[in-house]
């Protein structure tokens, strides 16, 4: 006979076991994905607010992005293993916030590839008052997150040839943080964009390094390039699309915030006027809309 108790343990931690491993997806012939949830990093979702990519070559495993702990990491990698066994041959990060580095010593052993001012981040420690801050916002969430050494520093595009495929790694002026790079597969025309480009959400424009006019200028780059997925650090893989929402919202705002400017508004007054806008009906609009409002009105003082 069946225990009934042991029976609704058992299923219970079925679901429990479910709902928190990392679930992950094949998006295209190589490449595979986890999709985290939308917010900002709690308890509850435990830092599980951002996407990772594994792509799979004859070689090896190539990784883009780390999640935001080594815990989450090694889920990841964990589920890379039983599609295939085969080591991670590098770990490319996209740009320094906690939701895309802050796993990264998960990947002891795979060489890291990021943009130059990240592996000076680490070496100043830098990343480390970053870390403290946020372990002071978000009740320590982040204390077992350790840093790597980059192995390879990007200062201007590189290729590197992982068995069957080729990534360009294309390190960027300062867009939405210091550190963002994209990474394009030639064969397969997939891009990694980190969280340069959105789609039906909101983007971070706030960070102290970002650069909204930069910004423009690299997606109307990107515009003119061949792509045939988008693939970024929060949505589901894009289209082309992408490129014009995200371009929209930041153009939106800085000539909104310039004309207002030059009306001889302050920024309170400002950030009301643009409080109910058309994009308030997006994802993490009510997190990030001000501060973005406050990094352009500050920055446009500097433009020429
Ligand atoms: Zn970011």
Do not use: C
């Not at 990030?288 to 500050?298: D, G, Q, R, S, T």
């Amino acid at each position: 006979m069946i225990n009934k108790k042991l029976l609704i343990t058992y299923i219970v931690l079925i679901i429990i076991i479910k709902t928190f491993a990392l679930q992950i997806e094949k998006v295209s012939n190589n490449t595979y994905a986890t999709f985290g949830k939308t917010g900002l990093p709690s308890k509850e979702n435990g830092g599980f607010i951002s996407n990772t990519y594994g792509v799979l070559t004859n070689e090896g495993w190539v990784v883009i992005d780390s999640l935001s702990s080594p815990t989450l990491a090694k889920q990841f990698i964990k589920q890379l293993k039983s599609i295939k066994n085969v080591p991670v041959k590098y770990l490319i990060i996209t740009h320094y916030h906690l939701d895309h580095s802050f796993g990264m010593s998960a990947y002891k052993g795979a060489k890291i590839i990021a943009h130059k001012n990240l592996k000076r981040d680490i070496q100043n420690s830098n990343i480390e008052i970053y870390k403290e801050m946020l372990n002071k916002t978000f009740d320590n969430l982040f204390k077992n997150v350790k840093f790597l050494n980059i192995d390879i520093p990007i200062d201007k595009k590189i290729s590197i040839k992982v068995g069957n495929l080729t990534f360009e790694i294309f390190p960027l002026p300062n867009a939405h943080t210091h550190t963002d790079i994209l990474i394009y597969i030639p064969q397969t025309k997939e891009l990694f964009a980190g969280d340069i480009i959105f789609y039906n959400r909101i983007p971070f424009i706030g960070d102290n390094h970002s650069n909204s006019k930069n910004w423009l200028k690299i997606l109307k780059q990107i515009e003119k390039m061949k792509i045939s997925k988008i693939y970024n650090g929060h949505n589901k893989p894009l289209d082309k699309k992408a490129i014009k929402f995200t371009y929209e919202y930041i153009y939106f705002l800085r000539s909104e915030i310039s004309r207002l400017k030059d009306e001889d508004l302050f920024y309170d007054e400002i950030k009301e006027k643009l409080s109910s806008t058309e994009w308030k009906k997006y994802p993490m609009f009510k997190e990030f809309h001000n501060k973005n409002i406050y990094k352009i009105f500050n920055d446009l003082d500097f433009e020429f």
